[in-house]
Antibody, heavy 117, light 107 residues
Framework: EVQLVESGGGLVQPGGSLRLSCAASGFTFSSYWMSWVRQAPGKGLEWVANIKQDGSEKYYVDSVKGRFTISRDNAKNSLYLQMNSLRAEDTAVYYC??????????WGQGTLVTVSS | DIQMTQSPSSVSASVGDRVTITCRASQGISSWLAWYQQKPGKAPKLLIYAASSLQSGVPSRFSGSGSGTDFTLTISSLQPEDFATYYCQQANSFPPTFGPGTKVDIK
């Protein structure tokens, strides 16, 4: 069974930083693109970032470029999202996602990031 | 970015009803479209990919159709567990973008 477990969310002040982690199990982690997708409270879904199987390619939505960094450690079956210069509009539940061909095959349970003073 | 729209934004229906949700892309995306179901407080779940292919384990009452810019999700006979919000998503180009969602609730 595929399991994706996020951690690292919480309350942070505007301009602050946070690092999200995702522990993956139940599949061959190194064989899949991985993604982060977020959902602001009461709102729709927004794809944040993608990373290729070996980490050689990364893509970001324009709103987070230069502030967020996606990375992975295939030896630890883990995905990360380093978030810097956080803004109020980054407040959302962040989902770790196993992806393929632009689809999300599996989702984690999500971790809430709240940016507020 | 490719913009996705959905209609209606919400629909009230009864158990056993046939429900159809429409999704439109701002430019042609061939069949690079997926549908997800999300229940309150839960992560979304993939229902359909490639516009009409049913994800493993998804009941056959769900079906998808369309290509290019216009797509539909149909629930042939609504069941109690189907009351949820449904999102379409284009997978044709980065960034993948989602529609605003259609909430299906109980009449």
């Amino acid at each position: 069974e595929v399991q994706l477990v996020e951690s690292g969310g919480g309350l942070v002040q505007p301009g602050g930083s946070l690092r999200l982690s995702c522990a993956a199990s139940g599949f061959t982690f190194s064989s899949y693109w991985m993604s982060w997708v977020r959902q602001a409270p009461g709102k729709g879904l927004e794809w944040v970032a993608n990373i290729k199987q070996d980490g050689s390619e990364k893509y970001y939505v324009d709103s987070v470029k230069g502030r967020f960094t996606i990375s992975r450690d295939n030896a630890k079956n883990s995905l990360y999202l380093q978030m810097n210069s956080l803004r109020a509009e980054d407040t959302a539940v962040y989902y770790c996602a196993r992806a393929r061909s632009g689809l999300v095959l599996d989702w984690g349970q999500g971790t809430l990031v709240t940016v507020s003073s | 970015d490719i913009q996705m729209t959905q209609s209606p934004s919400s629909v009230s229906a009864s158990v056993g009803d046939r429900v159809t949700i429409t999704c439109r892309a701002s430019q042609g995306i061939s069949s690079w479209l997926a549908w997800y179901q999300q229940k309150p407080g839960k992560a979304p779940k993939l229902l359909i990919y490639a516009a009409s292919s049913l994800q493993s384990g998804v009941p056959s009452r769900f079906s998808g159709s369309g290509s290019g810019t216009d797509f539909t999700l149909t629930i042939s006979s609504l069941q109690p567990e189907d009351f949820a919000t449904y999102y379409c998503q284009q997978a044709n180009s980065f960034p993948p973008t989602f529609g605003p969602g259609t909430k299906v609730d109980i009449k």
